[in-house]
């Protein structure tokens, strides 16, 4: 993998972050007009290991919940994915968090998100209470900006992991900038831009890197992160640019166009692809497949109304990130596109 050195590790992929209980509308509209939520999950971290676990591999999400009942459901509904919910920690006096949505996207105006994490048990994660044997016995460790965000202690803790050190698993960094979650007077975009200058990997939209550093263009986003080895810049529609690199050699630059999708919620979209790229990562497979597969778990995720789902089974996947350009181009995914593959049935071509 780029970055890192082989490694014979107890897992494949760490997430550490804060997952939460999430409401669901039983319908669109205002959250002061919803008349009843169902109920699920959400976190940026678990959504990535629980993507990963499901496509085969041995993932592992680090976390820090409530001795509540919302905690139980949070492991309870991680585990059930497959992924090894071992180390995460139970917080006697703190709650786990929550938060209610609204089913619009959330880039447009009318989305709303009602947070009830302050205080939240994750936000009391720091470097003296995480069990850095499970964090670091891993090929990779996958972290994320909103962590940084959640309290000085878990920033001191990024600051900690990011950190360079002898057998340093490959470091996954998605940038996520939320900036309704930092804390007046803290230079969110700054502490980013820092983090993820400390990573190997790193995923970042162009739109939130033009939002928080004022850069626009992949060039210019490569040039404000030049030090990771890997630097994936998401360009929503018009897909993703790979810088990749070996070494001390220049860049490569791969861009793989976005897929067609009839789209069911625009919710999860960017945590499935990070796990789609991750997962051609650990398998070793050319940049180009890499981009593809995060596309094609994305697409499965955006053709269901939750922020979760099982991925294409991976010889599915493997033959349609393996088309050429053209029909890349041509493929068209609807609801229900990746049952169809498993009984090996095409999805659209238009």
Not at 47 to 68: E, P, Q
Not at 329 to 346: H, K, S, V, Y
Request: aromatic share 6%.
């Amino acid at each position: 993998m780029p970055g890192s050195a082989a490694r014979t590790a107890t897992a494949d992929v760490v997430c550490l972050g804060e997952s939460m209980v999430t409401f669901l509308p039983s319908q669109p509209g205002r959250l002061a007009d919803v008349p009843s939520f169902g109920r699920g999950i959400g976190g940026a971290e678990s959504n990535v290991a629980c993507a990963l676990a499901a496509a085969g591999h041995r993932a592992k999400w680090i976390g820090r919940v409530g001795a509540d009942g919302f905690g139980d459901h949070l492991v309870d509904t991680i585990t059930g994915y497959g992924v090894d919910t071992s180390a995460v920690r139970r917080d006697p006096s703190r709650p786990t968090g929550i938060y209610f949505r609204t089913a619009t996207d959330r880039a447009t105006d009318t989305h709303e998100v009602a947070y009830y994490r302050a205080g939240s048990a994750a936000s009391a994660m720091s470097p003296h209470n995480v069990p850095y044997e499970d964090l670091l016995d891993t090929r990779v460790l996958h972290l994320s900006g909103i962590t940084a965000a959640l309290s000085a202690d878990c920033l001191a803790l990024l600051h900690d992991l990011t950190a360079p050190r002898d057998g340093r698993p490959l470091i996954s960094f998605d940038v996520n900038h939320r900036p309704g979650l930092w804390r007046d007077g803290e230079a969110g975009p700054e502490i980013l831009l820092d983090l993820a200058r400390r990573c190997d990997l790193v995923f970042v939209g162009e739109d939130e890197a033009e939002d928080a550093w004022g850069v626009h263009g992949t060039e210019a986003v490569r040039a404000a992160i030049p030090e990771p080895d890997v630097l994936v810049v998401k360009r929503g529609p018009d897909g993703a640019t790979v810088f990749s690199r070996t070494g001390s050699g220049p860049d490569t630059v791969t861009t793989v166009p976005s897929l067609r999708v009839d789209v069911v919620a625009a919710v999860g979209a960017g945590d499935a692809f990070a796990a789609g790229f991750l997962s051609a990562t650990l398998r070793d497979l050319p940049v180009r497949d890499r981009a593809r597969h995060g596309h094609l778990m994305a697409a499965a995720v955006l053709t269901v109304p939750g922020d979760l789902t099982g991925p294409p089974p991976r010889a599915y996947a493997d033959r349609l990130a393996a088309l050429d350009d053209e029909a890349w181009g041509t493929l068209r995914l609807g609801p229900g596109w990746t049952a169809a593959g498993g009984a090996n049935e095409e999805v659209r071509v238009t």
